[in-house]
């Protein structure tokens, strides 16, 4: 159990230590969602063709992927700066350089605020009838 009066630094080194593998059973239970409903769309037949095939399910698997990569790339290469200090904001590093690309992941290919309003619109669309 550990020296008396070091209970809570214990526990939270259990917490820190287990943190690491909530974000990857995270990281693995959003692609494999994704992937699920990827392959299921591909399969399952609507309307005289593959859900896969319906411009509405396109978008969304889409906008989805783009949305939640470029917003976890620019959370992770601000993160990689913030914990380098002075050094990951210096082209000494590479780190400097994937912050800008990664921002360019957010507005490219339309920003991830209009890939919010697409996917809104698609859920309301599929929920409520056009």
Do not use: H
Request: aromatic content about 8%; overall charge negative.
């Amino acid at each position: 159990m550990g020296e008396e009066g070091e209970g809570f630094v214990n526990f939270m080194k259990t917490l820190d230590a287990g943190r690491i593998g909530i974000a990857a059973l995270s990281l693995g239970l959003a692609a494999g969602a994704f992937d699920v409903a990827f392959r299921y769309t591909d399969a399952r037949q609507q309307f005289g063709q593959k859900l896969s095939g319906l411009q509405p399910v396109q978008f969304r698997l889409a906008a989805m992927a783009k949305l939640f990569c470029s917003e976890l790339a620019m959370r992770a290469t601000l993160q990689a700066i913030q914990l380098m200090g002075g050094a990951g904001y210096t082209s000494d590093y590479p780190v400097e350089r994937m912050a800008r690309d990664a921002k360019v992941c957010e507005i490219g290919e339309g920003t991830n605020e209009i890939q919010r309003i697409v996917i809104g619109r698609e859920l309301l669309k599929e929920a409520f009838g056009d």
